[in-house]
């Protein structure tokens, strides 16, 4: 489990090491103490203002309720009608808080603000509850004929006034113990919160006398190691294979360096020499000026030596030597550079040199035998933790794809709008393949999709696709068919070692595409940093032709993919908006008549806002303000599925900011025959109904 290495340290260290992790749990359980008691005692002092308002608006009750007696004997018309507003209020304040005392609830505080009230948790305190209810509920039900929309009569008043006489006192009293109660459990919570506090401080100090003993204990022997470490050292500088030596502030060597520097760097070396003119000689002036700018970072005091350890322009460069016999030759060195601090201060760097052409040159070979491996490894594992009949389903698809992009880019149609027009499509169906891709995790595709797109959209918005551009996308397409070419080849030479036979693919079916889009889901939610609970409904997908659940797929892809990076919010913002920080993604595919089906996906995000859709076509200048406010919420919903257009606030990644996801769910919806309604509520959830019939 640990290395040797790992272990000795463990051995060395060991009470420094239990002392520490004594500490931190001291703290931890001081800390979680803390925040359980303040927790509690936030709760406990919501509960003792509320029981307290509870004793106040018993009173307020029995006094409005004598105050509307004597209106309605006086037929003050207007004063019982304000009085009994009066009751009604302080009646359902009263209920709604002796209701939360008893199973825990959302009550108005006294701020008039919702609060939340924990129910009451000791003996004493439910037996109080239990006998105020008992007084409450024939008052409650005598108080509601009062305060109903139904008239009331006298009799009813009266019979409510003489019990309110009758059981005023002992409902007072019972509030007047919940409230005593509850201060005392509060008191015993912070009187037991104070004891842990203490008890970890004393703790903690216990364990922290041990540990400074300890170090210094362990300090007094680590001088006595330094003393034979500095011998030690000569020797190893003696035999050590790499160039070790110290460079000063000045760029100057030390007086102490490895006998094999000389032989490393081919040339002659010797105490207080200036290292840069002989870098300069070395390498080229490119990496010259890096390196001289590099080492004056590491020298400064102002950059952490870790921040600056991946800029390191000599950590493998080509450096051109002359041996004795004036031969040039070039080799590659690796220069590393590590910080000497003594007293806070950078005094030297102590600078390993090595020579790595040998490495160089098997990486490079390796590099380039990695190129197929990594296919064949990726194809692979697609086999065997996907659907092999979803990967060559999607490997056939593409192909046809590229094919359509073939026959597009034929068409005689060499005008300016024309071409533009191509970039579009040829947008729509890449975009098709990068999702299809995606979802089965075909990094190698994806990316490369991604690459073209990015090439695309440049063209698209120039708005003057030029001859040359269309030249370029002939290369991009070329660049797919190879790509899917071996991978084709791959599949098909794994495959001939054993799979799934035809009718458990076509079985497993709708598991595969729940899978599928889960996967892509959860892939998605984890790159934007949100939380999904992926569902599903799909059982009727069974009755569909394997083409049409192919191209549902391809539909649910994009929508999954938009729901997530546009209209699922992240936990921050679900919670200000009082939802879960899980949000919830539910697609289902139903029959809802002979041969007619429904394919719905739903989320509970942000929703369609026209307001904000008006503000984004407006301040990317797709729209002036005034043709914005002149459109109705339908025409300006209808632009989210136009080419070009995107929401996304940041710059593009691999699932949004190309406005082509909506525009290719239109362009298959048109291909099935099938027609799409879109139905949401701001800040509540989106749905996507896809309604066709075989």
């Known amino acids: 489990m640990f290395s040797e290495t790992t272990k000795e340290l463990i051995k060395k260290y060991w009470k420094i090491i239990v002392a520490v992790g004594l500490f931190l749990t001291f703290d931890f359980i001081v800390m979680s103490a803390n925040f359980y008691g303040t927790f509690k005692i936030s709760e406990s002092a919501v509960s003792i203002n509320l029981s307290g308002r509870q004793r106040m608006l018993s009173q307020r009750t029995t006094k409005a309720l004598l105050m509307l007696q004597d209106d309605a004997r006086r037929g003050d018309v207007e004063g019982v009608l304000k ?28 701020d008039g603000q919702p609060v939340k009230l924990a129910k009451v948790d000791t003996e004493v305190s439910r037996k109080i ?11 409650h039900q005598k108080l509601l ?12 008043l009266d019979d409510a006034a003489v019990y309110a006489r009758a059981k005023n006192l002992e409902l007072l009293r019972l509030m007047n113990d919940l409230t005593s109660d509850l201060e005392k459990t509060a008191n015993d919570l912070a009187f037991i919160l104070r004891i842990v506090q203490i008890a970890g401080l004393l703790l903690a100090a216990i364990n922290f006398g041990y540990t400074v003993v300890v170090s210094i204990r362990d300090l007094v022997a680590s001088d006595q190691e330094i003393a034979k470490a500095r011998k030690e050292t000569d020797e190893i500088l003696a035999t050590v294979r790499e160039g070790l030596f110290l460079l000063n502030p000045q760029y100057r060597l030390g007086s102490q360096y490895s006998e094999s520097l000389s032989q490393v760097l081919q040339r002659e070396v010797h105490p207080d020499m200036e290292f840069l003119p002989v870098l300069k000689e070395m390498v080229p002036e490119k990496v010259y000026g890096a390196a001289e700018d590099y080492l004056e970072l590491l020298f400064g005091e102002r950059v952490k030596e870790a921040l600056i350890a991946s800029l390191n322009p000599l950590s493998e460069v080509p450096v051109t030597t002359v041996d004795l016999s004036g031969n040039t030759k070039t080799h590659y060195l690796s220069f590393h550079f590590n910080r000497v601090v003594a007293e806070e201060k950078i005094t030297h760097l102590l600078v390993t040199v090595q020579d790595v052409t040998e490495q160089v040159s098997l990486a490079q070979q390796l590099e380039q035998a990695k190129g197929q491996a990594r296919i064949e ?23 046809q794809a590229l094919g359509q992009i073939n026959e597009r880019l034929r068409s005689d149609d060499d005008s300016q709008s024309g071409r533009l027009r191509a970039v579009n499509y040829i947008m729509r169906v890449i975009h098709g393949v990068k999702g299809e891709a995606a979802a089965l995790n075909v990094e190698m595709i994806e990316a490369y999709a991604h690459d073209c797109e990015k090439e695309l959209v440049a063209m698209r918005d120039r708005e003057e696709v030029r001859g040359e551009d269309m030249v370029r996308v002939t290369v991009l397409l070329e660049g797919f068919y190879d790509r899917l070419s071996s991978l084709t080849d791959i ?7 054993g799979g799934k ?55 649910a892809i994009q929508l999954v993919r938009n729901a997530l990076t546009h209209g699922i919010e992240s936990p921050e913002e ?46 990317s200048g797709r729209l002036k303000t005034t043709e914005a406010n002149a459109m109705s919420d339908t025409e300006i919903a209808r632009k989210l599925f136009e080419p070009g257009f995107s929401t996304a606030s940041e710059a593009a990644d691999r699932d949004a900011g190309h406005g082509v996801g909506l525009d290719v769910v239109r362009a298959k919806i048109r291909t099935m025959h099938g027609y799409l309604l879109v139905k949401s509520r701001t800040d509540l959830f989106t749905e996507f109904h896809i309604r066709f019939e075989l």
Do not use: M
């Open 377 to 399: 490894i990726e194809v692979l594992l697609r086999l065997l933790n996907t659907d092999p009949a979803a990967l060559r389903q999607f490997l056939v698809g593409a192909d």
């Open 574 to 619: 679900r919670r200000a908006l009082g939802k879960e920080e899980t949000g919830t993604l539910h697609v289902s595919c139903k029959e809802v008549s002979d041969f007619r089906f429904e394919f719905v996906l739903r989320d509970d995000g942000r929703g369609i806002s026209p307001a904000r859709l008006r503000n984004t076509l407006v301040d």
């Open 83 to 110: 009085t009994q507003k009066e009751l009604k209020l302080v009646v359902e304040l009263f209920d709604t808080t002796l209701k939360g005392f008893r199973d825990g609830d959302i009550v108005t505080g006294g």
């Open 145 to 156: 004929l009062l305060i109903g929309e139904r008239q009331f009569n006298q009799a009813q």
């Open 129 to 139: 509850v239990e006998e105020a209810y008992t007084i409450w509920d024939p008052y």
């Open 501 to 555: 036979g035809a009718d458990e693919e076509e079985e497993g079916r709708v598991e595969a595409f729940t899978d599928t889009l889960r996967g892509l889901a959860e892939r998605v939610a984890g790159d934007q940093n949100k939380r999904v609970a992926f569902s599903a409904d799909i059982d009727d997908l069974r009755k569909l032709p394997r083409r049409v659940v192919q191209e549902l797929q391809g539909i």
């Open 491 to 497: 599949v098909t030479r794994l495959s001939s070692l």
